[in-house]
C-alpha cells in the first residue's frame, strides 16, 4: 500500500486567521505504491461493494489505493471548528468557505448533555419539541474518509487529526464514547472514538477514475451524544454546501425526554437490527422496541416493520385520490383504512424519521397520509371526520407555515370551501393511477386560495 512520503504539519497554536487556512499536504509518489495482498483487497472490496449506503458495487480497493493523495485541513467556523483528512480531490471540491457560515443555533440550548441510565450520556429535551423543530445545527469536528488506502497506522493518522485542534476542542472530542466493539478491543483511543461515533457524511468526490468514495466518517461533537433507538425521535441530515448537520425532532418530544436519533435502518427486522448494532458499535440495543417483556410483542413489531415496507414498495397498487373519486367499484373507505393503518404502524414502531422529505420516497410521508385522510374524508362529505383530520393538518403545519392557517380554519367552518369536498359523491374529476404517490396533496390547494 501507498506510504506517507512527506511528514506532516503539527499545529502549535494557530489564531483565528490563519486557521482556515492552515493546510498540509500528505503526498504519495506512485513508485512507492505496493498492491496490498490479495486477500485485503478481496476482504475489503466484499465489504465495500455490499455496503447499500456506499454506493460503490464496482469498488476496487488496489486500484484506490494507488489513487490517493491527502490533505490535512483545518476549518474555523468561529465558534466551532473543523480537522479534514481528505483526498486531495475531495479537499478541492469542497464547498466555498462563505456558505459555510457558523451555526445558527438559540443563545439558550433546547436540550441538556445528561446521564442516560445504561447508555452513558446522551441528549435529553429541555422543553417540549414540536414535530419539524430544528433542535442544532453543528459543523462537524473531524471528518476522514470511510477508508483511508494508507500504509500507516490508523491510530497515527487520526491522532494527527484530532491533535490538530484546539484544546477545548480537542478534550472535548477526547471525551466521547469509546466502542465496546470486541474487534477494537486492540485499537487506539482515536480508532475507538472515530469508530463508535462517527456518522456516514457525503461530499463532492472529482468526476474520475478511482475516485474517492463519497460517504466520509464526521463527528459531532453534540449530536454525537444522541443515543440510538429502533424507533428514534429525531433525524439529522447532512448538507454538504453549508458542510453541516441539523437535527431535528420527528415527532413530539416532551420535555425531559431523551433525543434519539438511529444508528443503524431502522425498518429492518428485529434480530436483523440488533445484531448489526452489535456488530458494528458493540453494545446491546435497549430501546423500547428491543426490551419487550413478550415474544409475541418482537413478532408483533417484526410484523408492523414488514407491513410498511410492504405497503411502501411499488408492488402496492393503491388507487391515486382522483381514481377512488371517479371510480363506484372501489369502496368509500378503501385509502381511508389503508392510510389510517400505515399511519397507525408508522406511529406505533416510531419510524416517522423514515419520512426523508419532500420528493424523497414521498409513500413514507407522514404529512401526506394525513393530508390524504382529510382529502377522502372531505370527498365523501363527511363533515365530523373531515374536521378531525383538516385540523390535524393544520396543528402540523402551524409551526413551519402559520399563515396557512386562514385557510385552514375556513375549511374547519365551512367544509363545503374545501376545493375536493364532495368528489366521490358527486364522481366527478379524474386522474392518474398513481396511488399517494400522484395525490394532488392539500398544498396545491393552498396555493390557489
Ligand atoms: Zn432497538
Not at 484506490?64 to 471540491?93: I, P
Not at 471528518?143 to 500504509?151: A, C, K, N, R
Not at 457524511?201 to 472529482?206: E, I, K
Not at 454538504?240 to 437535527?247: D, R, V
Request: with cysteine; aromatic share 8%; proline share 6%.
Amino acid at each position: 500500500m501507498p506510504s506517507v512520503q512527506q511528514s506532516t504539519r503539527r499545529r502549535s497554536s494557530a489564531t483565528p486567521s490563519t486557521k482556515s487556512s492552515l493546510k498540509s499536504k500528505v503526498a504519495l509518489e506512485s513508485s512507492s505504491v505496493e498492491r496490498p495482498p490479495l486477500d485485503v483487497c478481496a476482504e475489503i472490496n466484499h465489504r465495500i461493494r455490499s455496503n447499500e449506503t456506499l454506493r460503490a458495487p464496482r469498488f476496487d480497493f488496489a486500484h484506490h489505493v494507488r489513487h490517493r493523495s491527502y490533505v490535512f485541513r483545518l476549518m474555523d467556523f468561529g465558534e466551532e471548528e473543523c480537522s479534514t483528512f481528505l483526498d486531495a480531490g475531495v479537499d478541492a471540491l469542497l464547498p466555498d468557505r462563505s456558505r459555510m457560515a457558523s451555526s445558527s443555533n438559540p443563545l439558550k440550548p433546547n436540550f441538556d448533555i445528561r446521564e442516560s441510565k445504561g447508555k452513558g450520556l446522551g441528549m435529553f429535551a429541555r422543553r417540549e419539541l414540536y414535530d419539524g423543530e430544528v433542535i442544532l445545527q453543528e459543523h462537524p469536528v473531524v471528518v476522514s474518509p470511510y477508508l483511508i488506502g494508507l500504509s500507516m497506522p490508523l491510530a497515527d493518522i487520526y491522532a494527527d487529526l484530532f491533535k490538530r485542534l484546539s484544546r477545548p476542542a480537542y478534550s472535548e472530542l477526547m471525551a466521547l464514547s469509546k466502542s465496546s466493539c470486541p474487534s477494537l478491543k486492540d485499537a487506539s483511543v482515536y480508532e475507538s472514538i472515530m469508530r463508535a461515533n462517527a456518522l456516514g457524511v457525503a461530499l463532492n468526490v472529482p468526476n474520475v477514475d478511482h475516485a474517492e468514495l463519497a460517504i466520509h466518517r464526521g463527528i459531532f461533537l453534540k449530536t454525537s451524544r444522541c443515543n440510538h433507538s429502533c424507533g428514534p425521535n429525531a433525524k439529522w441530515d447532512w448538507d454538504m454546501n453549508t458542510f453541516s448537520l441539523t437535527l431535528t425532532a420527528v415527532r413530539t418530544i416532551a420535555k425531559g425526554q431523551e433525543i434519539t436519533i438511529p444508528y443503524i435502518a431502522p425498518d429492518l427486522p428485529g434480530a436483523a437490527r440488533r445484531a448489526s448494532i452489535q456488530q458494528q458499535y458493540g453494545f446491546e440495543c435497549q430501546c423500547y422496541h428491543c426490551t419487550y417483556k413478550l415474544e409475541e410483542d418482537f413478532n408483533h413489531s417484526d410484523m408492523a416493520r414488514e407491513s410498511l415496507r410492504r405497503a411502501w414498495s411499488s408492488d402496492c397498487k393503491l388507487p391515486s385520490f382522483e381514481k377512488w373519486c371517479t371510480e363506484p367499484a372501489y369502496p368509500d373507505d378503501l385509502l381511508i383504512n389503508a392510510y389510517k393503518r400505515s399511519l397507525h404502524l408508522i406511529e406505533a414502531e416510531g419510524l416517522e424519521v423514515l419520512d426523508l422529505g419532500p420528493g424523497e420516497h414521498p409513500e413514507r410521508d407522514v404529512g401526506r397520509y394525513k393530508d390524504a385522510l382529510a382529502m377522502c374524508y372531505g370527498a365523501l362529505e363527511d363533515t365530523e371526520n373531515f374536521r378531525i383530520w383538516i385540523a390535524r393538518v393544520r396543528d402540523g403545519r402551524m409551526t413551519k407555515k402559520p399563515t396557512q392557517s386562514l385557510a385552514f380554519n375556513k375549511w374547519l367552518s365551512n367544509p363545503s370551501s374545501f376545493p375536493v369536498w364532495g368528489w366521490r359523491r358527486a364522481v366527478c374529476g379524474g386522474g392518474d393511477a398513481n396511488g399517494i404517490h400522484g395525490l394532488s396533496a392539500i398544498e396545491k390547494m393552498l396555493d390557489c386560495i
